[in-house]
């Protein structure tokens, strides 16, 4: 699609077993773990995409993937952004240059060397889930967001490094900045200390965040807060993200579109409301009936899987779900089910939908 910032093309992140020396030696297979396994979608410029579903499915390890804080093992990660940015300019100038259907010029991520990664990396950032683990508790406030300036040498001198703090201080609701800059992180509420992790991320000016779980470690209290901030900065720097987070009830009120997860693979894709009001999945509907009601008169039934989810080192034959899927069907034991459309923009990937008995 002509607005797309990011598309994600089975991509495939698989982790090399260690079972010993002797036994590597002598083992005539490698076992993987298959953290993210064919993984593909897009993201439009301003989009909110969330990535969903339980620990362990994937989520986080396809957001760090994007920015290569872990190598993938194969796929596409093309970018695009606007062609007078002169980051992107740069990158354009690479190996990593591709050509789109449409004529436009793009970058494959993967193809980037570590130099030309961190140079990308001033347009594509993280927010770390746990601000606690991502802050360092010996620098200031003021050390920790301007080191991405000093890093990137992307200040003139001390004066322009202290204003550049300031803003992104100031953007990411720390106000007056002048109260915050030299203190430390343990000074600082929890939500506050998150919101020196999102100055970190802005002062850099990206195009695209991906968001880890960001308010997960939060009281519930502030949590509205920073989903409030992100939305604003989205709407005033024009800013896109990768959500991850494994509470639909916050999918639902935040993003534009989702696509749930199980065990390395996406199982259904589609705009928010449509995949809260009418999932099509086994999985989703599970989900979603577990997500507390504010109506407490409110009776529906809840779908409670049963058993434990397979080891991504020997995931099932045929449909990944089955073992656990109240609705399984032969055909789900034996064959792998590809993608259905259930309507436009709304795709799962089931048998139920696929005509099959």
Request: hydrophobic share 40%; glycine share 6%.
């Amino acid at each position: 699609m002509a607005d797309n910032i990011l598309w994600v093309e089975n991509l495939n992140i698989w982790f090399q077993m260690r079972r010993g020396f002797f036994k590597d030696v002598i083992a005539k297979d490698i076992k993987y773990a298959k953290a993210v396994d064919g993984v593909s979608f897009s993201i439009r410029k301003r989009e909110i995409y969330c990535l969903v579903g339980e620990s362990g499915c994937g989520k986080t390890t396809t957001g760090k993937g994007i920015l290569r804080l872990v190598e993938p093992t194969s796929g596409s990660i093309i970018f695009f952004d606007e062609a007078d940015d002169p980051i992107f300019s740069q990158l354009l100038n690479t190996n990593a240059k591709i050509m789109l259907d449409d004529g436009r010029q793009a970058i494959d991520i993967r193809k980037l060397t570590r130099k030309e990664m961190k140079l990308a990396r001033q347009r594509i950032q993280m927010i770390f889930q746990d601000p606690y683990e991502s802050l360092n508790p010996k620098m200031t406030i003021f050390d920790i967001v301007a080191e991405p300036l000093i890093v990137n040498k992307l200040y003139a001198n001390e004066e322009d490094k202290e204003r550049k703090v300031m803003k992104a201080l100031s953007d990411a609701g720390l106000r007056p900045p002048e109260s915050f800059m030299w203190r430390y992180p343990h000074q600082v509420s929890g939500g506050q200390r998150q919101r020196v992790g999102v100055a970190g991320t802005l002062v850099l000016d990206p195009s695209f965040l991906v968001a880890d779980e960001p308010i997960s470690m939060l009281d519930v209290s502030i949590r509205g807060d920073i989903l409030k901030l992100m939305i604003d900065l989205r709407d005033n720097m024009g800013l896109t993200y990768l959500f991850i987070t494994h509470d639909l009830s916050v999918a639902y009120v935040f993003s534009d579109r989702i696509g749930v997860m199980y065990l390395g693979k996406i199982v259904e894709e589609g705009p928010t409301e449509r995949i809260i009001k009418n999932p099509q999945h086994p999985y989703t509907q599970a989900l979603i009936t577990v997500v507390p009601k504010p109506d407490p008169t409110a009776k529906e039934e809840k779908i409670i899987l049963k058993g434990e989810r397979p080891d991504p080192t020997n995931i099932p034959k045929g449909c990944r779900f089955h073992p656990r899927c109240p609705d399984v069907m032969d055909i789900c034991r034996v064959e792998e089910p590809t993608e259905a459309t259930v309507e436009t923009n709304h795709s799962v990937a089931c048998w139920l939908h696929k005509g099959k008995k």
